[in-house]
């Protein structure tokens, strides 16, 4: 079954006419018929959320953009996981729930207008609001008992103002998403969460550098996982693969596992292919090749933290160019972001073990070219009571700027760790770390091990 959204559109079509309703209505029909296409042809379509089914192809034509109105009180609660733990947020700007066979493909845009976003959380964050203030932060406050004390990353979970992001697949199973261009969202931008067989292909994605926790694409606790010829640009983590965060994280114990990421670019951001932070089941069996980060913060990003529980195991990365990187190599045990040294968390004296603490293992990375190193060529750091362990580096090589004022401190978010006293390759609770074929060029000390 096909429909037109133009076939469905009663009445004139000027450039405010909001088509939630008809969006609804054509969505709905298709539901009830057992799926179907709904295109979008060219044009400027402003809407409210909407929710696809099983079934369902949202074909997205050249010319067409998805424009979502960016006002809070719309975006009514709905279940989801919101930086790392199931709680109830504000509902996504495309949000399928327990769908099968569902797609997004096409030439077209999906547009969250993200900048009054943005503006709300940096107005709140500047008068220092720290607890839910409006009726919709109030209620997602009551639906979300215990929020205080669940952890975050720093996206604002205390004051509940759960921002939607553009687009979700909450439980999902065979997804495709294909040839868009998604750009502006108000929080995270393609969140998968508990998918089973999920393809990514072409998709192109772009925030401003400095738009708050707009990661990519991000993949949390999914299974058989394909992205490949994406284009990222964001004001976060361009790729990031996650499994729940802390105690919440491991009750639910879905891993992330069996993802191929190829042939992508990042550009900008913090970070180009990330693990992390929230690793609470697990995230293993990871394969990243032929791709390119450039200006990207760190190119591969690793980080968790005490707490955040969870094993990180079998991750390859091959075949990679990194250029004008802070740091293109992260390993961060010691990561900062919603949490302070008051925690207790950062301490560089060994902590008993428990079942939040997080583990790394095999981890081999190859035939990595990495030139304008900023800050520095490279950084890793275990735990002393978790190391890193089965780590090897081959057949690859890293370049400094040791012109750039940027200090080794900026490698990557850390807390509780002296600083390094050169942009070498750090190494700090690593179990017999294996280099071959690696050569440091720049620094006056091209490997420092602690």
Known sequence: MLIHLSDVIRGPLGPDRDVSSELERAL???????????AVGEGKWRTGPI?????????????????????????????????????????????????????????????????????????????????????LELELAALNPGYLAQPGGGGGREMQFLRPPLVQFFNCRDVRIEGVTLV?????????????????????????????????????????????????AVGDDGIALKSGSGPD????????????????????????????????????????????????DRGIRIKTRRGRGGSIENLVFRDLVMEDNLCPVVINMYYRCGAGLEDGLFTECGQPRTDTTPSIRGVRIENVTATGCRSSAGFIAGLPESPVEGLEILNSRFVTDEASPVPPSESDMYLGLRDASGKGFRVLNALSPRFEGVSVEGPREPFLFA
């Open 28 to 38: 709905s029909g298709l539901r009830d018929a057992g799926g179907g296409t709904l």
């Open 51 to 135: 929710e696809l089914f099983s079934g369902i192809e949202l074909r997205l034509e050249e010319g067409a953009t998805l424009s979502f109105i960016p006002e809070p009180q719309r975006y009514r609660p709905v279940p989801t996981r919101w930086e790392g733990v199931e709680c109830f947020g504000m509902h996504p700007c495309v949000y399928a729930r327990d769908a099968r066979e569902v797609a997004i493909t096409g030439p077209g845009t999906i547009d969250g207008n993200g900048g009054a976003w943005w503006s709300l959380l940096r107005e709140k964050r500047e008068r220092g609001q720290r607890t839910p203030e409006t009726p």
């Open 184 to 232: 502006n969202s108000p929080f995270w931008t393609l969140h998968p969460v508990y998918c089973d067989g999920l393809a990514v292909r072409g998709v192109r994605i772009r925030n401003p550098h400095d738009a708050p926790n707009t990661d990519g694409i991000d993949i949390d606790s999914c299974v058989k996982v394909l992205i490949e010829r994406c284009r990222v």
């Open 249 to 296: 994280g491991i009750r639910v114990n879905r891993p992330t596992a069996g993802v191929t990421v190829r042939d992508c670019e990042v550009g900008d951001g913090h970070g180009g292919i990330v693990i992390g932070s929230e690793t609470a089941a697990g995230v293993r069996d990871v394969l990243a090749e032929g791709c390119r980060f450039r200006s990207t």
